[in-house]
């Protein structure tokens, strides 16, 4: 009677700590998106109440209704488009400039004295003060919306990958001296995996900071991108087709922020935070 039950026991004991392992990942999931999905209906519950007036914001209803009929003519497709090229046109741009610069000012005191001073002046200065002189140097036409996507979302990874440099255990760089690596060894095998999840982190910022730039640029001397349907929605007095324009930024930056966690979770399989399943 006693075995049978230690056997219960154990099998109970067995179940629960692996229910939640297999039952936690989906529970997170729903958590993660059930609170926006209840503000979108409390949103609506307020619009067919009257307490909202569609006329100030357009209820979700009429926002999908809108999306529909813009995507059934084909404006939110070639809009889309248009905005996706700038944004990823501007973000690896911003990418190979922002590591190069950091490697320069990170594994050099020359480098850090030439590069770092003027990027911390230039991250500073405000992107709408720097939209006249753009124009003037680049004309109307897609290079100074593009150059504004690349400026933005350059210092995170710069700032991230830089800071992910300098803050390697001297110790590491110690035992590498001690076998004898060379420099290139040195940065290949110690330096820049160990600086990989910091660079991952500027790069989550970067991926936001080039949705937030292309809002800007889109709205100056645009003639196609989602920032310019919006602009054109706003001399009609459209909220809906705003609203539609702010969904599928916000769409963008939750699935890019996505793309990027997932890369992350590769790159990173080999941290003990990343196999035990905190990420994702």
Not at 8 to 29: C, D, E, F, I
Not at 81 to 105: D, E, F, Q, Y
Not at 170 to 192: N, Q, W
Request: with cysteine.
């Amino acid at each position: 009677m006693s075995g049978s039950l230690v056997r219960t026991t154990a099998r109970v004991a067995t179940r629960a700590s692996t229910t939640p392992s297999l039952w936690r990942p989906k529970l997170g999931a729903f958590a993660r998106y059930a609170s926006p999905v209840v503000l979108v209906l409390g949103w609506q519950v307020a619009c067919s109440a009257g307490l909202l007036s569609t006329r100030v914001v357009a209820s979700p209803v009429q926002i999908l209704m809108t999306g529909w009929a813009l995507t059934r003519d084909g404006t939110l497709q070639t809009n889309l488009g248009v905005s996706l090229l700038r944004a990823g046109v501007g973000l690896m741009i911003a990418c190979v400039v922002g590591i190069t610069l950091a490697l320069v000012a990170g594994l050099s005191r020359l480098g850090e004295e030439i590069v770092d001073a003027p990027l911390q002046i230039l991250r500073t200065l405000p992107a709408l003060a720097l939209v006249p002189l753009f124009i003037l140097w680049f004309g109307i036409g897609e290079t100074p919306k593009i150059a504004l996507v690349a400026l933005g979302s350059g210092f995170p990874i710069y700032l991230n990958l830089y800071k992910g440099i300098r803050s390697i255990d001297p110790k590491l760089l110690e035992m590498t001296r001690t076998l004898g690596l060379s420099r290139v060894a040195t940065i290949r095998e110690v330096i820049l995996p160990g600086a990989l999840p910091d660079l991952l982190v500027g790069l989550r910022f970067a991926v936001g900071l080039s949705w937030l730039m292309l809002v800007v640029a889109e709205q100056i001397n645009a003639d196609s991108g989602i920032g310019h349907m919006m602009m054109d929605a706003e001399d009609f007095l459209r909220t809906d087709i705003i609203l539609v324009g702010l969904v599928i930024y916000g769409l963008l930056g939750l699935i890019s922020d996505q793309a990027v966690r997932l890369v992350e979770h590769r790159l990173l399989a080999w941290r003990p935070s990343h196999r035990a399943g905190g990420v994702i």
